[in-house]
């Protein structure tokens, strides 16, 4: 519930030269019954991430968005159709579960470049 303390007794106990890597559910407008049975207590922005970590006696070096291919079904089965039956991603056809994995090489290969996704990964050191 309070990402600042969390982050500030991290940084009490890391060595001098740690390096944190935390990722996090993004994307605000995605807030669904899923985050809640999930146990999330907010999704976040980079901005938002950026200010805790801060907070929390970190320095973010960098703040990316991953999952960017998810966000069009996360959308339409969280916010149009708010279907959310249980927590677990529900079973794909093979060549759908395919089509998956290459936008996740794709992404990856490419670095994460759009501004969106369904979660966020931030790599941060001691400040």
Same mark, same amino acid.
């Not at 207590?41 to 901005?47: F, G, I, L, M």
């Not at 959310?84 to 759908?96: I, N």
């Given at each position: +519930?309070? *990402?600042?303390?969390?982050? /500030?007794n991290?940084?009490?106990?890391?060595?001098?030269d740690?390096?944190l890597?935390?990722?996090? !559910?993004?994307?605000?407008?995605?807030r669904?019954r899923?985050?809640?049975?999930? %146990?999330?207590? /907010?999704?976040y922005?980079?901005?938002?991430?950026?200010?805790h970590?801060?907070g929390? %006696?970190?320095?973010?070096? /960098?703040?990316?968005?991953f999952?960017? &291919?998810?966000? *069009?079904?996360? &959308?339409?089965?969280?916010?149009?159709?708010?279907?959310v039956p249980?927590? +677990?991603? !529900? *079973?794909?056809?093979?060549?759908v579960?395919?089509?998956?994995?290459?936008? %996740?090489?794709v +992404?990856r290969?490419?670095?994460?470049?759009? *501004?969106? %996704?369904?979660?966020?990964v931030?790599?941060?050191?001691?400040?």
């Amino acid at each position: +519930e309070d *990402p600042v303390t969390s982050l /500030r007794n991290l940084a009490a106990v890391a060595s001098p030269d740690a390096l944190l890597v935390v990722t996090v !559910p993004a994307m605000p407008s995605l807030r669904s019954r899923w985050d809640d049975l999930a %146990g999330h207590h /907010r999704r976040y922005t980079r901005a938002l991430v950026s200010v805790h970590l801060r907070g929390g %006696g970190w320095r973010a070096a /960098r703040v990316k968005h991953f999952f960017s &291919y998810c966000v *069009p079904p996360a &959308y339409l089965q969280r916010r149009v159709l708010r279907r959310v039956p249980q927590m +677990e991603f !529900p *079973p794909v056809s093979r060549p759908v579960n395919a089509a998956l994995a290459w936008a %996740g090489t794709v +992404e990856r290969w490419l670095g994460c470049p759009l *501004p969106f %996704g369904t979660s966020l990964v931030a790599v941060a050191r001691r400040t």
